[in-house]
């Protein structure tokens, strides 16, 4: 179980308290996380994660991982490791061992046969199309399948010749007897059943029958022994369905299903096949892409577990739904930082700036601390010499009213260092900007200078003492706002092209050689960063992935 205690109180935990203190409730109090594993977790999984773990860790109780793994064809072990991964990145640990709902295959053909030998489940043979045809409407009941007198005997023999493999895929299902008149549409003789000649990445060939996810979710769920099933709205009415079929076999144990709303965030999508198409069509580069919103991107762009966590807790659960915006995730990521991150300078675009008046053989080292707020954090120094760099956008040759940084004949301070004024613009044959010859203040080592007034403060590295590095400047993946909602247009139209710029060459302090790869850093007025340790392996040299802007600068 993770650290912190839960802060925000919500629903589901409220009518589990109510009725635990009304004694409707005893004993352990077990939920469940069901990934299907056809795809990596996304932000919206973090917050079923944080909800199903969450109401374990309140109730002192269990939280179990289970593979929703009824969809052979989609699913596979890649997809189980990353999920794995991820559950146990946010904090949480699952109790016991996995389970896999394909654990249950055994049982849950038991309680198939069980259905039908009580009459309440039959072998049909329409087609798909014929089924979509019988099925009715919202407006119109359905009609009862032709299939669905069959003697019970019958019924058995073929769904035993089902499972045998005496027939193809579609040609018949096996169906729950419930009401081809239902208002409700998923109990009008739902499938449980269908043919799938499909090896599983669990239980290899020994099925060509596959359970349906409304047959296989309630009988998984009671042979875990989970009080409370807790799933997204959608289910709302499948929630008849669910306790059908435990009413109708005989169930270990007869868990309740509450429902909550799904977090959809803007300017992102949370869908799983929809964050595949992303990557099978090459928008993104894998799946922990930074900029998707997979917990492996995050991590990777240096979200941490406890932002996530807060991120969670702030939108809280309800049954309202609503769309989250996405400034309050990043909002989430900079608070914990600001607290945390170690501050480092990089400049971003390195110009050259020579100090005239200072010995080319002589450096000084400087100690700055590592955070400014949080002295235990310590310090760290840098060097002082002859040459240095600034950032390129802290220069301009014709300075606006109000420039806060470098011009000509202009004074600025050099955080942590000393005060220079720009003497000379130094260009190269192309007319490009070169170089700045300048001349530092002596006089101006954690002082202000006499008689004249810096015009700002700069971030700075030194020639001799820092490293090169690669910047990869991440920004919103789409620049729509509910990309997938576009009637008129694909998700794929509104893919921000400025969502990644790379940037060669920056230059940090030597401290960031080797990078901190527990933490981003604060790079002083530009942002926070964490090094990417794949790129930074493939490019021997540092690669820094912007986690998010110091501000939130987004359409401004
Ligand atoms: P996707 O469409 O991304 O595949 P899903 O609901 O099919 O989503 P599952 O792997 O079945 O994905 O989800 C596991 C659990 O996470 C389920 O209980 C599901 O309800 C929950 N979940 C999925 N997406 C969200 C979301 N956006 N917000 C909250 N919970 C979610
Ligand atoms: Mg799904």
């Known amino acids: 179980m993770s650290a912190e205690p839960k802060k925000a109180h919500n629903f589901i935990q409220n009518l589990i308290e109510d009725a635990v203190t009304k004694g409707e409730h005893t004993g352990q109090v077990v939920t469940r996380f069901p990934p299907e594993p056809n795809g990596y977790l996304h932000i919206g999984h973090a917050k079923s994660i944080c909800l199903n773990f969450g109401i374990a860790e309140t109730f002192s109780g269990a939280c179990n991982l289970r593979f929703d793994d009824t969809n052979p064809e989609k699913e596979n072990q890649e997809y189980i490791d990353a999920i794995k991964r991820d559950v146990q990145w946010l904090g949480y640990t699952w109790a016991g061992e996995v389970h896999y709902a394909s654990d249950y295959f055994d049982s849950l053909y038991y309680f198939a046969e ?28 359905g009609k009862n399948s032709p299939y669905r007198e069959r003697p019970v005997d019958e019924s058995l023999k073929l769904f035993r010749d089902m499972r045998d493999g005496q027939y193809q895929n579609g040609e018949m299902v096996l ?77 270990p144990c007869q868990p309740r299903q509450i429902e909550f709303s799904r977090l959809n965030l803007n300017y992102t999508i949370t869908s799983k096949r929809k964050l595949k198409r992303l990557v099978d069509e090459n928008f993104v580069d894998s799946w922990d892409d930074p900029r998707m919103p997979t917990i492996s991107g995050m991590r990777r762009r ?123 613009v130094v260009r190269d044959a192309s007319g490009e900007i070169a170089e700045l010859r300048c001349e530092y203040d002596p006089a101006t080592l954690g002082v202000n200078p006499e008689g004249y007034k810096p015009n700002g403060v700069v971030h700075w590295v030194s020639e001799s003492d820092s490293v090169e590095c690669d910047i990869n400047l991440y920004d919103r993946l789409f ?6 909602s576009d009637k008129d247009g694909d998700l794929t139209d509104h893919v921000n092209p400025e969502s990644l710029v790379v940037l060669k060459g920056a230059r940090a ?48």
Request: net charge negative; hydrophobic share 35%.
């Open 114 to 141: 069980e259905l039908i030998e009580k009459g309440k489940a039959y072998v049909c043979a329409l087609s798909a199309d014929e089924m979509a045809d019988y099925r009715g409407s919202l407006t119109a009941p």
């Open 175 to 251: 169906r729950a007897k419930i009401d081809m008149a239902s208002p409700n549409i998923n109990m009008r003789d739902p499938i449980l059943y269908r043919i799938r000649y499909a090896d599983h990445h669990q239980t290899g060939n020994k099925w060509c029958i596959y359970p349906m996810y409304d047959f296989t979710h309630p009988i998984s769920d009671a042979m875990e022994g989970i009080t409370h099933s807790l799933c997204t709205l959608e289910f709302e009415d499948h929630r008849p369905l669910y306790d059908w079929v435990l009413d109708n076999i005989t169930a």
């Open 302 to 424: 240096g979200y941490t577990p406890e932002s996530l966590r807060t991120f969670c807790d702030m939108i809280g659960v309800n049954k309202a739904g609503g769309i989250v915006d996405m400034g309050m995730l990043e909002f989430a990521i900079r608070e914990d930082l600001n607290t945390r991150a170690p501050r480092a300078m990089c400049v971003m675009r390195p110009l050259k700036v020579t100090l005239t008046n200072y010995p080319a053989d002589k450096t000084e080292t400087l100690v700055l601390p590592v955070h400014p707020q949080n002295p235990e954090m310590g310090q760290r120094e840098v060097t002082w010499s002859q040459v240095l760099y600034i950032d390129r956008a802290d220069f301009v040759e014709e300075a606006p009213r109000k420039w806060k940084r470098l011009a000509p004949d202009k004074a600025v301070r050099l955080r942590g260092g000393y005060v220079m004024t720009c003497k000379e």
């Open 479 to 484: 620049n729509h706002e509910s990309p997938d």
């Open 509 to 556: 302090e030597k401290n960031l050689a080797t990078p901190r790869t527990d933490l981003p850093y604060q790079f002083e007025r530009e942002g926070y960063f964490f090094c990417d340790q794949e790129l930074t392996a493939k490019a021997d040299k540092p690669v820094f992935n912007r986690t998010v802007t110091l501000r939130d600068s987004w359409g401004k």
